[in-house]
């Protein structure tokens, strides 16, 4: 039941990243974004990988968290391309 439980939070959470790599792209600027706040939700999805590794526990609830490190990774990378976009519109 527990891992019924982690596993509805982490798909409710995770719904909200594919969303933002998509309104970030179409944004085409870095300005809305954070990187603070994209490497924190980062460490967080990697401290929750590792502890389900340290404690064995390979369910479900682990591909979840790997499904959503790659949306946030990938909010990421547009980050620093959104980034690179604002600074050539200055130049």
Not at 20 to 42: D, E, G, Q, R, Y
Not at 72 to 86: E, G, P, R, W
Request: hydrophobic share 55%; charged share 10%; aromatic share 12%.
């Amino acid at each position: 039941m527990v891992e019924i439980f982690e596993s509805v939070m982490l798909i409710c959470f995770g719904l909200s990243w594919p969303m933002s790599v998509v309104k970030n792209i179409k944004a085409h600027s870095a300005k809305a974004m954070s990187l603070p706040f994209i490497l924190l939700i980062i460490t967080g999805y990697i401290a929750g990988i590792s502890a389900k590794v340290m404690s064995g526990n390979y369910s479900y609830v682990l591909a979840i968290y790997l499904l959503n490190l790659v949306f946030v990774t990938a909010n990421l990378i547009v980050y620093f391309i959104n980034l690179h976009s604002d600074h050539q519109h200055k130049a």
